[in-house]
């Protein structure tokens, strides 16, 4: 019975993720108030799925990246990958934070050798990646570059760059456009889609922009007001091979109002519950 129960949680495919039953509080020591943040979440994540996180300020889309990427514990409930339950960080997740957190010291190609050492990939093949990967996200010509020296949107591509590079099968992204003015907002937006296209990783981005989600995702996980919910799972019927002409297309409006329709009423009940 156990070992049933127990495989039950392992992931099947190479890097789906599967998230049972988790719940997650803050607080509470020291006579602190208890805060439930997330509310008895269940998800499963497919191997190379494009995975959106969607919902209002507060709702623990954070906590719950953060869950799955193993830098704050489970409390409640299991979440596995391929590997087993996760119980810390570990080689085949990996994050990109809405700060680039770049070490400013480093130029570009460092920043990106720097993950590779501490992967513990052999100085031969971190050349090579380091390289092959600054080339993907379109940074060739800029690998002595310092991020001081070069704008949001390139600063983002470097992390990126760092993140790809270690060949994570999960990517873990929070908010990564968020500090990015609209147009290299979209700019890199189009090239998230093609470089995943390309590299076939399975991502779960967080997100609040509803065209943001409905544009990158195949899935979207709509996400309650505190304590997190996931309220709605919804297919992307979109084209797979899909480019910024899809924004004027009418099937991408009208889907992208009924996911914004679904967001709304979640924020209309948050308004209620605050009273
Ligand atoms: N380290 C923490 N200690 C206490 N409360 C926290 C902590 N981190 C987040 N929270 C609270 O948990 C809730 C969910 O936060 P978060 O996961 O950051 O939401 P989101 O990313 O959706 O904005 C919020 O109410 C937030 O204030
Ligand atoms: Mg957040």
Same mark, same amino acid.
């Given at each position: 019975?156990?070992?049933?129960?127990?495989?039950?949680?392992?992931?099947?495919a190479?890097?789906?993720?599967?998230i #049972?039953?988790?719940s #997650?509080?803050y607080?509470g020591r020291?006579?602190?108030?208890?805060?439930?943040?997330l509310d008895?979440?269940n998800?499963?994540?497919?191997?190379?799925?494009?995975?959106?996180l969607?919902?209002?300020?507060?709702?623990?889309?954070?906590?719950l990246l953060?869950?799955?990427?193993? *830098?704050?514990p489970?409390?409640?409930?299991?979440?596995?990958t391929?590997? /087993?339950p996760?119980?810390?960080?570990?080689?085949d997740?990996?994050?990109?934070?809405?700060? *680039?957190?770049? !070490? @400013?010291?480093?130029?570009v190609k460092d920043?990106?050798l720097? /993950?590779?050492?501490?992967a513990? !990939?052999?100085?031969?093949?971190?050349?090579?990646?380091?390289?092959?990967?600054?080339d993907?996200? =379109?940074?060739?010509?800029?690998?002595?570059?310092?991020?001081?020296?070069?704008?949001?949107?390139?600063?983002?591509?470097?992390a990126?760059a760092r993140?790809?590079?270690?060949? @994570?099968?999960?990517?873990?992204?929070?908010? @990564?456009?968020?500090? &990015?003015?609209?147009?290299?907002?979209?700019?890199?937006?189009?090239?998230?889609?093609a470089?995943w296209?390309?590299?076939?990783?399975?991502?779960?981005?967080?997100? =609040?922009?509803? =065209?943001?989600?409905? !544009?990158?995702?195949?899935r979207?996980?709509?996400?309650?007001?505190? @304590?997190?919910?996931?309220?709605h799972?919804?297919d992307?019927?979109?084209?797979?091979?899909?480019?910024? %002409?899809i &924004? %004027?297309d009418?099937?991408?409006?009208? !889907?992208? %109002?009924?996911?914004?329709?679904?967001?709304? %009423?979640?924020?209309?009940?948050?308004?209620?519950?605050?009273?």
């Amino acid at each position: 019975m156990m070992m049933a129960a127990k495989a039950h949680h392992i992931a099947q495919a190479a890097s789906s993720i599967s998230i #049972h039953d988790v719940s #997650h509080s803050y607080g509470g020591r020291g006579g602190g108030q208890v805060m439930l943040a997330l509310d008895r979440i269940n998800l499963d994540v497919g191997d190379c799925e494009f995975h959106c996180l969607l919902g209002p300020s507060g709702c623990g889309k954070s906590t719950l990246l953060y869950l799955i990427g193993g *830098f704050i514990p489970v409390q409640a409930g299991v979440i596995a990958t391929a590997k /087993g339950p996760v119980s810390g960080p570990g080689p085949d997740r990996s994050i990109v934070f809405q700060n *680039f957190a770049l !070490f @400013p010291w480093k130029t570009v190609k460092d920043n990106v050798l720097y /993950g590779l050492k501490k992967a513990g !990939f052999d100085a031969g093949e971190r050349e090579k990646r380091a390289q092959d990967y600054i080339d993907l996200v =379109h940074l060739t010509g800029f690998e002595n570059a310092y991020p001081s020296q070069l704008s949001g949107g390139m600063q983002q591509r470097a992390a990126i760059a760092r993140t790809l590079a270690v060949d @994570p099968g999960i990517l873990l992204m929070d908010e @990564p456009f968020g500090a &990015l003015d609209a147009q290299t907002r979209r700019v890199m937006q189009e090239e998230l889609r093609a470089i995943w296209r390309r590299s076939r990783k399975t991502v779960v981005f967080v997100t =609040h922009d509803v =065209h943001e989600a409905v !544009f990158l995702a195949d899935r979207i996980s709509i996400m309650s007001a505190r @304590p997190g919910r996931i309220e709605h799972v919804i297919d992307v019927d979109l084209p797979k091979d899909r480019g910024e %002409e899809i &924004l %004027e297309d009418p099937r991408f409006i009208q !889907f992208s %109002e009924r996911i914004w329709r679904l967001v709304r %009423e979640q924020a209309v009940a948050a308004t209620r519950g605050a009273h």
